[in-house]
């Protein structure tokens, strides 16, 4: 019989809204209890939350910031305390740099504050995760850790115009493998999660222009991707659906990136 007793645990960071919230409701669907990791205010996520109870879940709302090694380490004690355990991890929090501002321009300053959200927060989370799960798998061989990070087409792709998000997600994707490799002993699967345009309210400032380029042809899909098309593609990792993948990367970007002639 399994160690752990009760329902598996997912960490979702920056689940309060967009594709987080949507990967948190995926997952709630799928059985799982829930800790949302998010920057607000509990009461200006009571709705998502109430949206996860909907769908059967316990939920724990986590007020951290991911970029904060202190708050990082509230939020496993948090969720050490009320769940005992933690099965999924998935590192979505992320940002946009605040201005988007040529290569030529761009500041250090946000080059610093993006990178210290969206690569070393993220990083040294799984740290700390992937220790907690090697300890769940020595306690019980049939614990079975996934951990998800969502990059963005901006590790492939890139943007003149906000250097610093693509060279953020172009480190997430080596630290997946990174992670793959070194957790690969211990049944603990990692992937990457590469989203293309997703409606959200990140992509609010840049509805119009990506408009125009859809009808334009830039997506074989012709339609902007939605929080939800994230979402069941993080379910299907966390069912195991690609149980034998470690390591992959999942693109879901109504074919923008496929290169045509
Ligand atoms: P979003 O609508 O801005 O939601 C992100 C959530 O994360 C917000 O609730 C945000 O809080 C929170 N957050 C921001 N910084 C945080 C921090 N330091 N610690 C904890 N939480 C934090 O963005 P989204 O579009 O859902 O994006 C989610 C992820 O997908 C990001 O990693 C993004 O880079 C990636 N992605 C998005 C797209 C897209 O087209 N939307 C495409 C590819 C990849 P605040 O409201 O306070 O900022």
């Not at 939800?228 to 966390?238: C, H, I, K, T």
Request: charged letters at 25%; one cysteine or more; a neutral charge.
């Amino acid at each position: 019989m399994s160690a752990f007793m009760g329902r598996k645990v997912a960490l979702i960071t920056g689940a309060g809204r967009g594709i987080g919230l949507a990967i948190a409701k995926s997952l709630a669907a799928e059985g799982y209890d829930i800790a949302v990791g998010d920057l607000h205010e509990e009461e200006k996520v009571a709705q998502a939350l109430q949206s996860l109870k909907d769908r059967g879940a316990e939920v724990l709302y986590c007020r951290a910031d991911v970029s904060d090694a202190a708050a990082r380490r509230r939020m496993l004690t948090t969720i050490r305390e009320r769940f005992g355990r933690l099965d999924v991890l998935v590192n979505n929090a992320g940002v946009a740099p605040k201005v988007r501002a040529d290569i030529l321009e761009a500041t250090e300053e946000s080059f610093a504050w993006v990178m210290r959200i969206n690569l070393q927060g993220p990083y040294f989370l799984t740290q700390a995760v992937a220790k907690w799960m090697i300890e769940q798998k020595k306690a019980d061989p049939e614990f079975a850790g996934c951990i998800v990070n969502i990059s963005s087409i901006s590790a492939e792709v890139p943007s003149v115009n906000r250097g610093e998000y693509c060279i953020s997600k172009a480190g997430v994707s080596m630290a997946t493998k990174l992670w793959a490799v070194r957790l690969a002993e211990f049944g603990i699967n990692v992937y990457e999660i590469r989203p293309g345009l997703i409606k959200t309210e990140m992509t609010a400032q840049v509805r119009e222009k990506y408009d125009e380029l859809i009808v334009q042809g830039l997506l074989l899909q012709p339609r902007w991707g939605l929080p939800e098309d994230v979402g069941r593609a993080v379910a299907m990792l966390v069912r195991g659906d690609l149980g034998y993948s470690t390591g992959q990367v999942i693109v879901v970007d109504g074919g923008l990136t496929l290169p045509r002639l």
